[in-house]
């Protein structure tokens, strides 16, 4: 029986070339925010959607490290 390996998902493609493209020091990123905001509303908005969300998943994991979530009352 042969194991098959499943890839990245298109999903976290997309987030390693953000990642790759945000880590590159020498892009000035007012820039890219000006350009980011000629771009149609719709961009816009799921772009912010994408940041909200990765900042959520930091803080949950953060809360979680600290205990925060734990199911106790007191």
């Keep these: ?3 098959r390996r ?3 998902s298109k999903e ?4 390693k070339t953000i990642g790759n493209s945000l880590s590159d020091f020498t892009i000035d990123l007012e820039a890219v925010g ?11 908005s799921r772009s912010m959607e994408v940041l909200e969300s ?3 998943q930091k803080e ?9 979530y734990s199911d106790r009352l007191f």
Aim: net charge neutral; hydrophobic share 40%; charged share 20%.
């Design 60 to 68: 949950s994991v953060e809360y979680n490290r600290m205990g925060y």
């Design 34 to 44: 000006y350009y980011l905001s000629k771009q149609p509303y719709l961009i816009y």
């Design 1 to 3: 029986m042969a194991i």
């Design 54 to 56: 990765a900042e959520f």
């Design 12 to 15: 976290e493609k997309i987030a």
């Design 6 to 8: 499943l890839g990245m």
